[in-house]
């Protein structure tokens, strides 16, 4: 039992580092840029995928939540409080090891908020709003759970595109790098850096991809499962639904929160594009194309279709591309294209030899 | 001041009526079929657009009359080919279908229209004639959009009440196994919401075109908007709803003097949220009523 369920776990690392030798040897290592953001955009899919496929919540607005991490970041890690130096409350902060000073590209001195703190402030409001949100929103069921994690997407949209202090429709850019060892290593810093930057996103989903896998064959996924297929019946049998759902939708908050810091800073910034509507509808496709409740299914998915629709393959229909998707999984395999059927077969192919 | 107070109140009947509009859509379909089709906001939309589009050819009222026609035509070839063969769909797979035609036809507008803001001619008069009712200045064109939703809301009831297809769909609304049984066909019926509601959508789309100006992304907004006032309502009761538009649309209205223009979208669907939260069985709905249906 415990090597089967961490014999996909390997798989993924030797992949991980396949592809990086891969585009080594054929001089593409330009793909890495594309992949590493596919990586972070999967890290909020498998997430959403637990929180779907196993507790069978419908989340519409888990943009949101990598928006509130990204913005939260951006915000912080490029407000100016040099010219404030003498308040007390920045003496504080300063004190405390929580700011950090740099110089701009023009020369000047900027004193802002410490990346790491910005990115442990950043998850601990997502799992707040998760909190706060998801208390209401969870005891609701099929159209109304969907219309109303829909609104409190499209509210954080409208927050952040109608807000002068987010940038509106620009966004906030020039967000600094995120320093991860001493010698200016980290998350962005341009193409020098690329491929630290692709196995670091990619040990992100890895560590991910742990913790759900344990998760999941746990005494947590076992009440997941019962939550999805009888609701009442789990109920009656004394698992507390209510607590587990919240902490599922708190959990995959967080992790699109994560995703949304780093890829932020790997970006060098953020725009309102990231909360639509759109985006979060994206994350739904993927967790449909995958299988509801695979989250293997739904990591493999999510890394090419990203990665095709991040090198720009799907052209102008980039959102059609999605759209279409969506519909024609849920008209003939509801349960994604990576199905059981599929995986049964690979397990027996994997017996046999 | 009380004059203002009037603009306001005017402006919100305007967009109230459209909301209502897109609110009877949702509880037709809801209705017949217990499912809430997430791509009700397109038809307004689509409607609008084609109407624009038939206008250059066409008089006015044939240019929206055809555009009503097309936009049912849609609504029931999108009936047949993606919802009507499926047996017992589960919820969420109804939702994420919806929401997936929703996105197509949003693509093919824009790969049809571009991005473009459009809007039909004004019916009567122009941008700047206006009736005036005690210093408080009215476009003709808000009382067109009113006349015209009220006949919509009338017909509509009139025709569940007194035709005999409209008894059918109600029949088919309140147990559809029963109906079957006495030989309705449900599933035609079926078909047979989806054509009404883009038909009303559309027709709305038209009459509201020339204040509210079209474009090929307006439909999320107005589903959204017009789920709020299906569920303010009590989701299956349309005539609720239409009251339930004109809160919604002078509540919105007024909102402009207390908050920026920017954040009116958040006025309904905190609405919205609120009322989820608190009495998901709609302002006029019955409690115990609504813990019998399925959603």
Redesign the interface.
């Known amino acids: 039992m415990k090597t089967s369920r961490f014999a996909p776990i390997l798989s993924l690392l030797v992949a991980v580092a396949a592809i990086q030798l891969l585009t080594l040897a054929t001089g593409r290592e330009f793909y890495l840029t594309q992949l590493t953001m596919a990586a972070y955009y999967s890290l909020v899919a498998v997430g959403l995928c637990l929180l779907m496929g196993f507790a069978g919540q419908i989340s519409m607005g888990h943009a949101g939540f990598f928006a509130i991490g990204g913005y939260t970041s951006a915000v912080l890690t490029t407000l100016n409080l040099a010219s404030h130096k003498d308040a007390v409350l920045v003496e504080w902060l300063a004190k405390l090891g929580i700011l950090t000073a740099r110089q701009d590209l023009y020369g000047s001195q900027i004193l802002s908020v410490h990346p790491w703190a910005a990115c442990v402030l950043a998850v601990l409001l997502a799992l707040a709003v998760a909190w706060a949100i998801g208390i209401p929103v969870l005891k609701l069921k099929g159209h109304y759970l969907a219309m109303a994690t829909l609104g409190f997407g499209t509210i954080i949209y409208s927050i952040v595109l109608g807000t002068e202090h987010f940038g509106a429709a620009d966004g906030i850019s020039s967000v600094p790098p995120f320093p991860l060892l001493p010698g200016g290593v980290g998350v962005g810093g341009g193409s020098s850096q690329r491929v630290i930057n692709y196995y670091f996103a990619w040990l992100l989903v890895v560590a991910a991809m742990v913790l759900l896998v344990n998760l999941i064959n746990s005494r947590v996924g076992r009440a997941l499962r019962s939550i999805h297929g009888a609701e009442d019946a789990a109920n009656a049998m004394g698992v507390d639904t209510s607590q587990y759902k919240l902490f599922t939708f708190m959990l995959s908050a967080a992790l699109a929160a994560i995703a949304g810091v780093f890829l932020t800073h790997f970006n060098g910034g953020i725009g309102p594009s990231e909360a639509s509507i759109m985006k979060s509808i994206r994350y739904v496709s993927i967790v449909a194309v995958g299988g509801m409740g695979s989250i293997w299914g739904t990591l493999i998915m999510s890394t090419v279709l990203n990665f095709f629709s991040l090198r720009g393959y799907f052209g102008t229909y980039d959102d059609a591309v999605f759209g279409g998707i969506l519909i024609v999984i849920m008209l003939f395999a509801p349960d994604g294209i990576i199905g059981s059927d599929l995986r049964r077969m690979l397990r027996k192919l994997v017996k046999q030899t | 001041m009380i004059e203002l107070f009037f603009q306001y109140l005017v402006a919100g009947l305007t967009y109230g009526t459209i909301y209502a509009i897109v609110g009877i859509g949702f509880n037709i379909i809801y209705n017949t079929t217990g499912?809430?089709n997430?791509a009700q906001g397109e038809f307004v939309m689509l409607g609008g657009m084609t109407a624009v589009s038939l206008q250059a050819f066409l008089p006015l009222p044939l240019a929206i009359f055809g555009a009503v026609l097309v936009t049912m035509i849609i609504g029931g070839l999108i009936e047949m080919t993606?919802i009507r063969w499926?047996v017992k769909p589960?919820?969420?797979?109804m939702?994420?279908?919806t929401?997936?035609?929703?996105?197509?036809i949003?693509?093919?507008a824009l790969?049809i229209w571009g991005e473009g803001v459009r809007s039909l001619p004004y019916f009567t008069g122009n941008e700047i004639s206006a009736l005036s009712f005690g210093g408080v200045r009215v476009s003709p064109q808000v009382l067109w959009s009113l006349g015209f939703c009220s006949i919509v809301v009338l017909s509509l009831n009139l025709f569940f009440k007194y035709t005999m297809l409209g008894r059918e769909m109600r029949a088919c609304a309140a147990n559809r196994e029963a109906a079957a049984l006495c030989g309705i066909p449900t599933k035609n019926m079926v078909t047979l919401s989806f054509v009404l509601s883009a038909g009303i959508g559309a027709l709305a789309g038209c009459v509201v075109s020339p204040i509210t100006y079209t474009q090929y992304n307006i439909g999320?907004g107005l589903a959204?908007k017009g789920?709020t006032v299906a569920?303010l309502g009590g989701l299956g009761n349309s005539m609720a709803a239409v009251a339930a538009g004109f809160i919604l649309g002078v509540l919105e209205s007024f909102s402009i003097w207390v908050l920026?223009t920017?954040?009116k979208?958040?006025i309904s669907?905190?609405i919205?949220?609120a009322m989820?939260?608190i009495r998901?069985s709609g302002l006029f709905g019955n409690r115990e009523a609504m813990r019998l249906k399925d959603?």
Do not use: C, K, Q
Request: charged share 10%; no cysteine; aromatic share 16%.
């Open positions: 499912i809430i997430f993606f499926l589960s919820v969420l797979r939702i994420i279908i929401i997936g035609i929703s996105i197509l949003r693509e093919a790969a999320t959204i789920f569920i920026p920017a954040y979208d958040t669907i905190s919205l949220l989820l939260f998901p959603f």
